[in-house]
């Protein structure tokens, strides 16, 4: 690979393209290899709304093209969700070259806490906010309503939950990063959170779907995240 300080904007523009496509392809090959278990990644996404369910209850499709394009869906997020390790060795290698040994050595673990809290975020989404909110529901559903959720429905739901958590859990790596590069001072932050705190209920509000139990599903775990994110990060000058 060429020196990264040799090249010119337009040499850094194709790299980058190049790496795009790559990304691309891989997650072309993951989705292929997950193709013939579509149907256990739905039995899988959909297990915890069929526990809850009343006896006699199923999930239903309310579109002639749901039962194959549903499943099929969730499974191309799920080839997404899977790549996400390659993505940012992708990225890794576009911007370690300009990196001094230093830059390396903090930006490396960054990156691999960075893959870390997205699953993690997933996890808890799906093990415990998920099981949780639609316990909820299917208790607080009137003895007269059959509950037969329609799949794309539930779908949009848990995939939503799924991305905002994975996304969500990413905080402390966002605020060790602008306190350790010196872009914000650990004091300005600390005197910002409460607007931070309001914020994280906003975006919890945006994030998830329309029920103050999965918001606040969110927005705690986000004020948590802070905090810990702010617990370890140290100015530059320090």
Not at 90 to 107: D, H, M, N, Q, T
Not at 108 to 127: E, K, M, N, W
Request: with cysteine.
């Amino acid at each position: 690979m060429a020196n990264p300080n040799d090249m010119t904007f337009m040499e850094h523009l194709k790299e980058l393209r190049s790496r795009i496509i790559r990304m691309f392809l891989f997650t072309g090959i993951i989705l292929v290899c997950c193709l013939p278990f579509t149907n256990y990644i739905y039995s899988f996404i959909s297990a915890p709304l069929i526990e809850l369910m009343p006896a006699g209850s199923s999930m239903i499709a309310t579109e002639v093209t749901s039962p194959f394009l549903a499943p099929l869906r969730i499974t191309i997020y799920s080839a997404l969700i899977i790549s996400v390790p390659y993505f940012f060795l992708e990225l890794w290698g576009f911007i370690s070259p300009g990196l001094y040994k230093k830059e390396r050595a903090f930006v490396g673990p960054l990156i691999l806490t960075s893959i870390v809290l997205f699953y993690t975020g997933i996890v808890f989404a799906y093990f415990v906010v998920n099981p949780i909110i639609l316990g909820f529901f299917m208790s607080s559903a009137p003895d007269s309503i059959q509950v037969m959720t329609d799949i794309n429905k539930y779908l949009d739901f848990v995939l939503k939950l799924f991305f905002a958590f994975g996304f969500a859990f990413e905080i402390p790596v966002a605020t060790f990063l602008v306190i350790t590069t010196g872009l914000v001072s650990k004091d300005r932050i600390k005197n910002m959170r409460p607007y931070l705190i309001i914020s994280f209920f906003i975006i919890g509000m945006f994030l998830t779907p329309p029920d103050i139990f999965s918001q606040l599903f969110l927005a705690l775990p986000m004020w948590l995240l802070f905090e810990i994110g702010l617990l370890v990060s140290k100015d530059e000058k320090n």
